[in-house]
């Protein structure tokens, strides 16, 4: 009888503790699974509100945008990115700006990143943080530009220079003193 009593105080401090997390009824995102599948829902009670751990069908996701399960073609969780912040970057990947990255915060405070297609039309504004209308905002995103470089005796050649553009040399003492040597770097 004695363990029934402390097994039953043990559970009531384990579901208050629980429910502490939610401050608010609504559906809100769980981080605690690797596919971005799983989200948590809070509902009001007569003197508390609970929270249930939930997870969306196969070949969905949930959504933060749409509070919902939604498809994995519009919006995808992308695990392969480690967000520093919450909020909406520049998908550097992209450079026509139909997507961007979303770093969601769930109610436990752990962040992970969304990959999200801007609906229609639409492109991400890197200074808005949003999508906007594709006729009002240029996307002018430069992907970056690969040369090669090798080291022949003292001199250096780089290839993979834009077509119309020259090769570049420099000698090995010019590199050196771009380097080390303050004066000469303007």
């Given at each position: 009888?004695?363990?029934?009593?402390?097994?039953?105080?043990?559970?009531?401090?384990?579901?208050?503790?629980?429910?502490?997390?939610?401050?608010?009824?609504?559906?809100?995102?769980?981080?605690?699974?690797?596919?971005?599948?799983?989200?948590?829902?809070?509902?009001?009670?007569?003197?508390?509100?609970?929270?249930?751990?939930?997870?969306?069908?196969?070949?969905?996701?949930?959504?933060?945008?749409?509070?919902?399960?939604?498809?994995?073609?519009?919006?995808?969780?992308?695990?392969?990115?480690?967000?520093?912040?919450?909020?909406?970057?520049?998908?550097?990947?992209?450079?026509?700006?139909?997507?961007?990255?979303?770093?969601?915060?769930?109610?436990?405070?752990?962040?992970?990143?969304?990959?999200?297609?801007?609906?229609?039309h639409m492109v991400f504004s890197a200074t808005e943080s949003v999508c906007v209308n594709?006729?009002?905002?240029?996307?002018?995103?430069?992907?970056?530009?690969?040369?090669?470089?090798?080291?022949?005796?003292?001199?250096?050649?780089?290839?993979?220079?834009?077509?119309?553009?020259?090769?570049?040399?420099?000698?090995?003492?010019t590199i050196v003193m771009l380097l080390f040597a303050p004066q000469f770097r303007q």
């Amino acid at each position: 009888m004695k363990f029934l009593g402390i097994a039953f105080i043990f559970l009531v401090i384990r579901q208050g503790a629980c429910d502490a997390v939610c401050t608010e009824p609504g559906r809100f995102p769980s981080n605690t699974r690797d596919d971005c599948r799983g989200y948590m829902m809070c509902l009001k009670g007569a003197t508390s509100i609970t929270h249930y751990n939930l997870v969306c069908p196969e070949n969905t996701i949930y959504s933060h945008i749409d509070n919902q399960c939604t498809n994995v073609t519009s919006y995808q969780c992308y695990t392969n990115y480690t967000c520093s912040g919450v909020g909406n970057i520049v998908n550097d990947l992209d450079e026509n700006c139909f997507t961007y990255i979303s770093c969601v915060q769930d109610l436990s405070k752990i962040v992970s990143a969304r990959l999200v297609r801007c609906p229609g039309h639409m492109v991400f504004s890197a200074t808005e943080s949003v999508c906007v209308n594709s006729i009002s905002y240029n996307c002018s995103r430069e992907t970056p530009k690969v040369f090669e470089v090798s080291v022949h005796d003292t001199d250096v050649q780089v290839t993979g220079v834009p077509s119309g553009s020259h090769s570049i040399r420099f000698s090995l003492f010019t590199i050196v003193m771009l380097l080390f040597a303050p004066q000469f770097r303007q």
